[in-house]
C-alpha cells in the first residue's frame, strides 16, 4: 500500500457514523410479503438516522407491530421482546406446510376437519408454561448454523423443545370448515406457527398458518403503529419528522417508576450503588425489592434501569440520550 494511502485510511477510521443522531421508538404496521430486517432497512434510510435496530422479528407472512428502536432505544429491545405480545391467526386445516405458514410447500394433508367442540377440548393443553418445537424455518442456531438455512439447503433439522407460555389461546372466528380464528397472547419466544401445527396435530389433522397479525409488543398497540407506506409517502419527500417517534422511556411503561434526585442520578450515573434505606417511602408497591427491576427518572427524565437486591439499588441499563427526544 502506498504512503499516500495511509492518511486516507486513518482518517477513514474516525469518521464519525452516518446519519442523524436519533433516540426514540418507531411503531411500524409491517406488511406482509417483506422480512423484518427489511423494515428497519427502510427506515433507517428514510429517517436517516445512525442506529437503529426491531424488537422482535415478524416473519414476512405476518402483518402488524413491528418496534423499531433508534439510538439509545436500542439499549431497551430486551425489555420490549420480554413483554406480552398478542397476536390473531387464521389456522388453515387439512394442509401441513413445511415452514408452518402459508409460504411454504404443502408435506402432508388429512381430510379430517375439527368441530369448534373439539378444538375447544384440545386448547387447555397449550396454555400456561408449555414446551413447544420451533418451526424448522426459524432462526435458532442448530451446531452454528440458523435453522431456516439448513432447512433451505434440505438438510432434516432436529430442534428440541423449548419453554413456552402462553396466556391466552382462543377460537374467536370459525368462518368455514377449513378455517378458523385465534387470539394469543404469549410471553417472548413462542411461536404462532408451532401453535398452529400442534393444535391442528392435537384436532387428529395437520394445518398450518394461512394469516398472521401481531397486535401487541410489550407497551405498544395498534394505535401507536404507522403503516410503513405511510412512511414511505412519495418518493423524494423530506425525511420522516422525529416527532412520529415515542420516547424512549416509553418501551418501559410496563416497569415500576422510581423518582430520584439529580444528586442521586448523578451518583447513578457514575456507577454508583444507592442504599434501599436512602430510597424509603419513594419504592414503588409494584417494585420487588429482591430482584426487581425499577425505572429510575429525574423529573421527566428517564435515567435508566435498576435492580433492586440486597438492600440496594444497582445500575443495569442506563441510557445516555444522544439528542433530544423530539425537535420541535
Not at 398478542?86 to 375439527?114: E, K, V
Not at 396435530?201 to 404507522?226: D, N, Q, S, W, Y
Not at 417508576?257 to 450503588?273: H, N, Y
Amino acid at each position: 500500500m502506498s504512503q499516500a494511502g495511509r492518511p486516507q485510511h486513518r482518517r477513514h477510521h474516525h469518521r464519525k457514523p452516518k446519519g442523524r443522531p436519533i433516540d426514540g421508538w418507531l411503531i411500524v404496521d409491517k406488511p406482509s410479503g417483506i422480512g423484518s430486517t427489511d423494515v428497519v432497512n427502510i427506515v433507517k434510510r428514510l429517517f436517516q438516522a445512525q442506529k437503529c435496530g426491531h424488537g422482535g422479528t415478524l416473519d414476512p407472512l405476518a402483518t402488524g407491530l413491528l418496534p423499531i428502536a433508534f439510538g439509545a432505544a436500542t439499549k431497551t429491545v430486551p425489555y420490549v421482546m420480554d413483554g406480552t405480545k398478542s397476536y390473531r391467526f387464521t389456522l388453515r386445516f387439512g394442509d401441513l406446510r413445511d415452514t408452518d405458514d402459508a409460504d411454504g410447500q404443502t408435506i402432508a394433508t388429512s381430510d379430517h376437519r375439527p368441530t369448534d367442540a373439539e378444538i375447544a377440548a384440545a386448547l387447555p393443553a397449550f396454555r400456561g408454561d408449555i414446551m413447544q418445537v420451533p418451526p424448522i424455518y426459524s432462526a435458532i442456531k442448530v451446531a452454528g448454523e440458523r435453522a431456516y438455512d439448513l432447512a433451505r439447503e434440505g438438510q432434516a433439522v432436529e430442534l428440541a423443545p423449548r419453554p413456552a407460555r402462553v396466556d391466552r389461546f382462543e377460537l374467536i372466528e370459525r368462518p368455514d370448515a377449513d378455517t378458523a380464528v385465534f387470539l394469543v397472547e404469549s410471553g417472548k419466544g413462542v411461536y404462532m406457527r408451532s401453535l398452529a401445527r400442534d393444535l391442528a396435530k392435537a384436532c387428529g389433522t395437520v394445518g398450518h398458518i394461512a394469516v398472521l397479525r401481531r397486535m401487541r409488543v410489550g407497551p405498544f398497540h395498534e394505535p401507536h403503529a404507522i403503516p410503513l407506506d405511510k412512511l414511505r409517502g412519495a418518493g423524494d419527500t423530506p425525511p420522516p419528522s422525529p416527532d412520529l417517534l415515542l420516547p424512549v422511556a416509553t418501551a418501559l411503561a410496563d416497569i415500576p417508576a422510581l423518582a430520584l434526585t439529580e444528586a442521586e442520578a448523578a451518583r447513578l450515573g457514575f456507577g454508583q450503588v444507592i442504599s434501599l434505606v436512602e430510597l424509603m417511602g419513594r419504592i414503588p408497591d409494584a417494585a420487588n425489592p429482591d430482584g426487581g427491576l425499577v425505572r429510575a427518572m429525574a423529573g421527566e427524565r428517564f435515567i435508566g434501569l435498576c435492580r433492586l437486591e440486597s438492600g440496594q439499588m444497582v445500575p443495569e441499563r442506563l441510557v445516555a440520550q444522544e439528542a433530544p427526544l423530539a425537535v420541535g
